[in-house]
């Protein structure tokens, strides 16, 4: 079911966002009003109802009343029933207008500039990607300052974001919508999402640009999926992460086979691998931890990214005398 306004909206937005909303009742009206009080004009906004059940929306539709000049440019749509944030990134994408397109969670916010500095760094440079910083925030308390792009150029930074130094997060990049080709290859599961996405986009572009400074807040959510405490629910989230971990290292062969990436690809893997050890290390953890990118194995002690520690860990848990 798609709500629009009477009102017809541009057929060239500026900017789309999309936003995810899903039972973050307590977090929304912040999150809209961040967004509806952008300076940036010509913003469209595709606010995705995953089939909340609290007042989720309401929220939404509350703050939008103080903006009745962003009312013709917002599009409400709930999804037919409760698909998880991949498919509702997946028909954003789709069904933007935008000339860049970026995303919003809706226990997020934004600083009121965030779109136009983005934008206008994007234009004045041509730029098909334009990407800030982001912090983790519990209420107005920043507590990490996550850097958005510490490369040069595409290679450097694909390298960055597999060795887990840049962020692979939708949310801080404003990318042109041609980057989103029709080809694009969509995750099948929430956690680790972004990263299948993002990839691709880089892989798309022809040039990024930079903007310092963290203007995108993520709320620290402890009811999130991503802190989710139960053994039986991290071995869930590994196995979601490993799936589109292992889109992208598809992706990445089929594209750019590209020997520069080995050390970052492998370090990639070994992020993966190294979850299990939160899942309760019975017989079938210590199995998955056997046949869960073996062919790193030999690389570990090697490798200049993986601590000491980690390494010796590494030795421990093959002898099953880690973790206790």
């Known amino acids: 079911m798609t709500d629009s306004s009477s009102n017809p909206v541009p057929p060239r937005p500026k900017v789309t966002v ?23 004009d010509e913003i469209e906004y595709l606010i995705i109802d995953d089939g909340s059940p609290d007042d989720s929306i309401a929220r939404i539709r509350e703050v939008l009343k103080d903006y009745p000049e962003r009312e013709p440019w917002v599009r409400f749509h709930r999804m037919e029933r409760n698909s998880g944030q991949a498919a509702v990134r997946a028909w954003g994408i789709r069904h933007a207008s935008g000339e860049y397109i970026i995303h919003c969670d809706s226990d997020d916010w934004v600083d009121t500039d965030l779109y136009a500095r983005l934008y206008e ?19 107005p308390a920043v507590l990490t300052v996550h850097p958005g792009c510490s490369a040069k150029d595409k290679a450097a930074f694909i390298c960055t974001m597999l ?8 949310c801080n990049k404003l990318v042109r919508r041609s980057c989103y080709r029709k080809d694009l ?12 996405l993002t990839l691709q986009v880089v892989l798309n572009s022809k040039g990024f640009i930079y903007v310092p400074g963290p203007r995108y807040y993520y709320a620290v959510n402890p009811e999130s999926i991503t802190h ?8 869930k989230c590994f196995f979601q992460n490993k ?12 594209r750019e086979p590209d020997a520069r990436y ?38 570990i002690l090697f490798s200049p990214y993986i601590t000491a520690r980690e390494k010796v860990k590494f030795i421990l848990t093959g002898l099953r005398l880690y973790p206790r």
């Open 243 to 254: 799936e589109n971990a292992d889109l992208i290292f598809g992706i990445l062969q089929e």
């Open 163 to 170: 060795l887990q130094q840049d962020s692979w997060s939708l």
């Open 262 to 299: 080995a050390g970052a690809l492998r370090y990639a893997k070994w992020c993966i691998k190294r979850q299990l050890w939160l899942t309760g290390f019975d017989d079938e953890a210590f199995r998955l931890w056997r046949t869960t990118y073996p062919e790193i194995d030999r690389h």
């Open 121 to 139: 760094a994007a234009v004045r440079n041509d730029a098909d990607i334009a990407i800030c910083d982001y912090a983790d925030a519990d209420g």
């Open 228 to 235: 989710a405490a139960t053994e039986e629910s991290r071995r």
């Open 18 to 40: 999309i936003v995810p909303v899903y039972k973050t009742e307590k977090y929304a009206a912040r999150c809209a009003r961040s967004l509806f009080a952008q300076s940036l």
């Open 185 to 196: 290859v969509f995750p099948a599961h929430d956690l680790g999402e972004d990263m299948v």
